[in-house]
């Protein structure tokens, strides 16, 4: 079984600053990983995803993470977080085996930013 | 760039009504799901849909709900007699193949209220 943990439920910067979002992750075969965003009165948009590969993956909006196998963790970073970027963080985890198609979820991330 | 859509927005429904909850995928898609996120908790998967029948489903996903794809286009999920714990945000998803590093892309989620 997989499982995901987002340690907290909300982080605040300031501009300009360093944006850090840690997700840790449990799992019983090769996990593929993912950040998903939900900005106010929106969905769930896909913000970047491990496969296989490469173990940094840059996404939309300037995000990237980085896939740590020995710390089983996916940890997302921005280097300077802008106002726009205030939203909430989703670190979703899913199998490569077994067929199943479930995405699962950490309680998600409540980033504000200030001016 | 294509999107899932869901209706209503938001409902709120008497407890022991029934309630259908409306989606409709990217239209090239053949994979739908759907998902609930309780307030305050986690996302989490309820089913998974491909080629008119159910794939997977979670233990959440009892008799009191079912899917159905009635039409080409919409993909519906209904809970026959809502309870209060039925109160949360359901999103629908829909991917386009049967990879597990592939992008579920999400509606922006159908709030559901029973009281």
């Known amino acids: 079984a997989q499982s995901v943990t987002q340690l907290g439920s909300h982080v605040s910067v300031s501009e300009g600053a360093l944006v850090l979002l840690r997700c840790n992750y449990s799992?019983?075969?090769?996990?593929?990983l993912f950040w998903y965003v939900q900005y106010p009165n929106q969905g769930l948009q896909l913000l970047l995803k491990?496969?296989?590969?490469?173990?940094l993956v840059k996404g939309i909006n300037g995000f990237e993470a980085e896939f740590k196998k020995s710390e089983t963790s996916f940890h997302l970073t921005k280097p300077s977080a802008h106002m726009s970027d205030a939203a909430e963080y989703f670190c979703a985890v899913k199998g490569t085996q077994g067929g199943s198609e479930k995405l699962v979820f950490g309680k998600g991330m409540k980033l504000t930013v200030n001016p | 760039e294509p999107e899932v859509t869901q209706t209503p927005s938001h409902q709120v429904t008497q407890m022991g009504q029934e309630v259908i909850l409306r989606c409709v995928p990217i239209?090239?898609?053949?994979?739908f799901y759907w998902y609930r996120q309780i307030l305050g908790q986690k996302v989490e998967f309820l089913v998974s849909?491909?080629?008119?029948?159910?794939?997977?489903k979670s233990e959440i996903f009892d008799d009191q709900f079912s899917v159905e794809r009635p039409d080409g286009s919409n993909f519906t999920l209904k809970i026959r007699s809502t309870k209060l714990e039925d109160s949360a945000m359901y999103f629908c998803?829909?991917?386009?193949?049967?990879?597990?590093?592939?992008?579920?892309?999400f509606g922006e989620g159908s709030w559901l209220t029973v009281v």
């Open positions: 998803a829909s991917s386009d193949r049967r990879t597990s590093g592939n992008t579920i892309y």
């Open positions: 491990y496969t296989t590969g490469a173990t």
């Open positions: 799992s019983s075969v090769p996990p593929y």
């Open positions: 849909f491909y080629n008119n029948e159910i794939s997977e």
């Open positions: 239209s090239n898609h053949l994979y």
